[in-house]
C-alpha cells in the first residue's frame, strides 16, 4: 500500500507539471530574497548602491527523486540618484525551473526598472512610493521521449521502457519548445520610522499581463487553433520591522498570490538579533517561522490524496501545505538564507514531511550614502 501511494503521488506530480505548469509561477518560500521576482517596484529599494542575488530551491525530491523540482534565480539591481531625494532603479534577472521526468523547463530573462519617490521626510521618518515595470523573454521546453505510458508497467511496479507507448497523432501539431514574451508591472509604499530603526511596507503587483499563449499542441484534430493562456498573476505582500529592546527586532511579513484558478498565502515572522552595528560592521542573525495556506479541489467521494487540483468548477478549500523554518545571517554587505519546507498536506504520506529545501545569497556594494535613512531590511 505504501509503495502504491508512492507511485500514485510522483504520477499526480508529474500531471500537474504537465497540466498547469505551463500555466503557473515558479515561488520561493524565501519570496523576500528574490525582489524582482517578487515585484519589480521593488528595483533598487535597498540601502547601499548595487546589490546581487542569487537563489537555489529543490522540491520533492524525497519522492521524484532524479526528477525533483529545481529551481534557480539569479539578479542584479542598482539605485541611480535623481533630484534631491528621490531614485531609479534599474536591473535584470534570470530563473530556470526544470520539473519532472519531461524534464519540463521554464528560463526566463526580464529587465526591470522602477521610480521610488519620497513622499514624506523628517530626521526620523521617510516615506516613499515606487512604481516599477518589467519585461522580458521566456522559454518553455519538455522532452516528450521520456514520457512512461500505462502500458509500459507491468502492474505490479515493474517498467518496460521498451513497451508499447502512446503514438502522437500529427506531430506537426505538436510545439513542445517555444518562446514567449512577458510584461509585468508594480506598486510599492514603504517608511521608515525612528531613524530608520522600524519600518514597514506594502506592495501590489501584476505579472504576465500579455497572457501569452502556453499550448503545447498548436491545432487540435479539426485544425483549430489551440489558445491556453499564461494566467495574470496578482501579488499582494507586506511586512515590517519592529524594533524592540537590546537590538533584538521582529519582522512579520506575508505574501498572497493569485493566479487563475489557485492561490497562495505564505505568513509568518522572524525575530532579528543584532549581533554587532557599528560604522564599520553590522552583523545580523535571524530566526523565523512561516506557514504556507493553498487551495485544494474536493471531488466528491474520492480519497484526499488524490484529490485532483486541476479539476475546474469543483469544490475548493484552503489547506496548510507547509510550514517554513528559515535562518538567515548577514554580514556586512553579505547576506546567506536557509530555509526548509515541512511538508503537512496529504502528500507527505508519501514525502514524510521532506517538501523543499532553499538557499539564497545576497551581496550589496556600498558606494557613498549620504541621504540618510532610506530602505527597509528585508
Sequence with gaps: ????????????LTL??????????????????????????????FN????????????????????????????????????RADYFGVGGILTSDV?????????????SGAYSKQLYYSRSVSHYLSVGVSGGVSQRSLDWTAARWGLQHDGNGGFDPAGPAENIDNPDRLDADFLFGDFNAGLLYFGLFNGGESSAYLGVAASHLNRANQAVYITDQDGNEVFNPLYTKYTVHGGAELAMNNGISLVPGFVYY????????????????????TKFQEQLLQFGLWAR???????????PMMSNPLVSGEETQPWLDALILYTKFDFNEFG???????????????SNGNNAFEFSLTYKICGTETRGVYCPKF
Aim: charged fraction near 15%; aromatic fraction near 10%.
Design 48 to 83: 547601499c548602491t548595487q546589490r546581487f542575488t542569487a537563489n537555489y530551491r529543490n522540491q520533492l525530491s524525497s519522492v521524484l527523486r532524479s526528477n525533483a523540482y529545481n529551481t534557480y534565480a539569479a539578479s542584479y539591481d542598482q539605485k541611480i540618484a535623481v533630484g
Design 16 to 45: 500537474g507539471s504537465l497540466q498547469i505548469g505551463f500555466s503557473q509561477d515558479i515561488h520561493f518560500s524565501q519570496f523576500y530574497a528574490a525582489p524582482l521576482d517578487l515585484n519589480p517596484a521593488l528595483t533598487g529599494v
Design 293 to 303: 495556506i493553498a487551495d485544494r479541489v474536493l471531488l466528491e467521494g474520492a480519497d
Design 99 to 111: 520539473a519532472g521526468s519531461l524534464d519540463f523547463g521554464t528560463i526566463s530573462g526580464r529587465l
Design 258 to 277: 493569485n493566479q487563475g484558478p489557485s492561490i497562495e498565502l505564505n505568513v509568518g515572522t522572524a525575530v532579528r538579533f543584532s549581533l554587532s552595528n
Design 1 to 12: 500500500m505504501r509503495m502504491l501511494r508512492n507511485i500514485c503521488a510522483a504520477l499526480l
Design 336 to 350: 546567506l538564507g536557509f530555509s526548509y519546507d515541512i511538508g503537512t498536506s496529504d502528500l507527505t504520506q508519501a
